[in-house]
């Protein structure tokens, strides 16, 4: 049987990832991980990379945290490590 596949994204959804990348770029994420935290708030941390080490060491500002939940700030600190797997 072939592995479940997400549905496309919507337009909706696009823009709305695009958001929460370049808040997390303003605060202080590399492009990559700020993408990947996007992708975490869209379809779970548990399936996405690891941040690298650079990142690991910055601290979200208290807007971002009280807009989009504290899953950012648990996946910077590593509390999804050895679940993640890479969003293509």
Request: aromatic letters at 6%; hydrophobic letters at 35%; charged letters at 25%.
């Amino acid at each position: 049987m072939a592995a479940k596949r997400d549905k496309p994204e919507t337009p909706r959804q696009a823009a709305t990832w695009e958001n929460v990348k370049n808040r997390y770029v303003e605060a202080g994420l590399c492009t990559g991980c700020a993408g990947q935290a996007a992708y975490g708030h869209q379809l779970g941390f548990t399936r996405i990379k690891d941040p690298c080490d650079n990142c690991r060491t910055v601290t979200l500002p208290d807007d971002l945290i009280k807009r989009h939940g504290d899953r950012g700030v648990l996946w910077l600190a590593g509390h999804f490590t050895d679940q993640s797997a890479e969003v293509v």
